[in-house]
């Protein structure tokens, strides 16, 4: 069994159950250490607040997602003691080496059988059947509803509009919440939060009129395309769903990743490496929400993570973090959407990130501006795309603009770009592009464009820095 600390603090929910699962061993909690011959099997007591001690294991009989249990009454999964359990291990301590216990020896065989029928599952929804009469019904009952909610919606845009959002009193602005509030029964919960959105920026940002516009042309846009997608289902319920465009999301809804499979959304034994990361709070869903960007190593396509934590449940949920690991994934599932799609996975397995990868990486960056330029405008056109798309380049030259705050990029053809700070983030980057002016030549870079309409401007703010070995993150 090949186990490593970036590993367990990977599976680990957040950095405080990583340093509660070292101290047990700072503190030797662990009464006794066990293990199979095999290595397979890492189980032992660890001491408690109570009397009796908690029984604690991990069970990589599936390296790539290792199955924790503890006695603990811990919400978190896994606990501090499975996590010290890993740590001891790691860490070179005495495990005696004992036969599997025989109430573990059964949950294997029940995850077996869950396991045998989840591949069954996963085969039947490969085998699409036609709706019966009775889903059709359902299916079209849904739509009107949905088609209902986003006729309230267009009401409120238009009132919000008509009378001006800065002319909108704290008495108006309660009438309108509520409206927008009375949304949630209709199945349209995306909508239901860009329309609570514009008022958050305007809370957050009161002087950038353009953001709040921005919110406005996408919420209407998204509630026009919405009805027109709506209605055309509603003729026909089994109409083939658009994966080119992430409309279904978008409104709200919550992909199950067999339906993804089934509509064969994925990609085989990919090889991931993450090339930045970061957190956020979104106040209209009332979430935390941590989002990585990698790239596949077999196709070269840059996608997403997003991982949502409720306010009131961060307690209980994975908090994602950076990963400096290469990971292998057996079965990557890809949603729906253009630009750098959202993806997700249940197993993985890491090693270390070798030069060749590196290489492999910046055989991908574009080399021509004009042409990314042009792509990356024909995707941001429309209302409903990610304003910020993430792209590799190749750098031949850098130098600062005159008498403006951004820098110039040029690539091998001397077609430029403009490097500088982007509104997503408020990290000012001027001091890492002032040390690039004195690197050597083809430099690639992670960029994330953004279209700044005041200087009308397609900027590209760095998020990581490629060198000959290592993966240097502006972002992380």
């Avoid at 709040?212 to 109409?239: F, G, H, M, V, W």
Wanted: glycine share 4%; with cysteine; proline share 3%.
């Amino acid at each position: 069994m090949n186990l490593n600390k970036n590993d367990i603090d990977l599976w680990a929910q957040n950095a405080a159950a990583i340093k509660n699962g070292e101290d047990l061993i700072k503190k030797k909690k662990f009464i006794k250490l066990s293990k199979t011959s095999d290595d397979i099997l890492l189980f032992g007591e660890c001491a408690g607040s109570g009397k009796d001690p908690y029984f604690v294991s991990v069970d990589f009989i599936d390296e790539k997602s290792p199955v924790f249990r503890c006695s603990c009454p811990s919400r978190q999964i896994p606990c501090k003691h499975a996590l010290g359990l890993m740590y001891s291990y790691i860490n070179g301590a005495t495990f005696s080496v004992e036969e599997i216990p025989e109430d573990i020896s059964s949950k294997r065989e029940r995850i077996e059988k869950r396991q045998e029928k989840k591949e069954q599952k996963k085969q039947e929804s490969k085998e699409k059947k036609p709706m019966t009469k009775a889903q059709k019904t359902a299916a079209i009952k849904k739509i009107d509803v949905q088609l209902q909610g986003i006729d309230m919606a267009e009401k409120i845009i238009k009132s919000i509009v008509n009378m001006g959002i800065a002319s909108i009193d704290k008495r108006e602005r309660k009438n309108f919440e509520d409206q927008i509030k009375q949304l949630g029964n209709y199945y349209i919960s995306g909508i239901q939060t860009a329309l609570m959105d514009i008022f958050i920026l305007k809370d957050i940002d009161e002087d950038n009129n353009t953001r709040i516009i921005d919110q406005l042309t996408y919420t209407y846009a998204l509630i026009n395309k919405s009805r027109e997608y709506l209605n055309n289902k509603k003729e026909d319920p089994e109409t083939k769903i658009e994966l080119a465009n992430s409309i279904e999301e978008q409104m709200g809804y919550a992909w199950k990743l067999d339906e993804l499979i089934s509509y064969n959304m994925k990609e085989d034994d990919a090889r991931l490496i993450q090339l930045c990361f970061y957190s956020y709070a979104d106040f209209s869903r009332k979430e935390y929400i941590d989002e990585g960007y990698l790239i596949s190593l077999n196709t070269g396509k840059l996608y997403k993570t997003k991982n949502y934590r409720p306010f009131k449940a961060t307690r209980y949920i994975k908090e994602e973090d950076s990963i400096f690991s290469l990971l292998e994934v057996d079965e990557l599932i890809i949603y729906p959407g253009a630009g750098n799609p959202r993806v997700r996975w249940d197993n993985f397995k890491t090693s270390p990130i070798l030069k060749e990868h590196i290489e492999k990486i910046k055989s991908y960056a574009s080399d021509n501006f004009n042409e990314l330029a042009k792509q990356i405008k024909n995707m941001i056109k429309s209302p409903l795309q990610d304003k910020n798309i993430i792209a590799l380049i190749k750098i031949d030259n850098i130098k600062r603009a005159k008498d403006k705050p951004y820098y110039i990029a040029e690539d091998k053809h001397k077609n430029k770009l403009t490097l500088g700070n982007i509104s997503l983030f408020k990290e000012d980057l001027n001091g890492v592009l002032e040390n690039l002016l004195s690197c050597d030549k083809d430099i690639v870079m992670a960029v994330m464009f953004e279209n700044n309409i005041d200087s009308a401007l397609l900027i590209a703010r760095p998020l990581s820095i490629l060198t000959d070995s290592k993966i240097l993150r502006v972002l992380y």
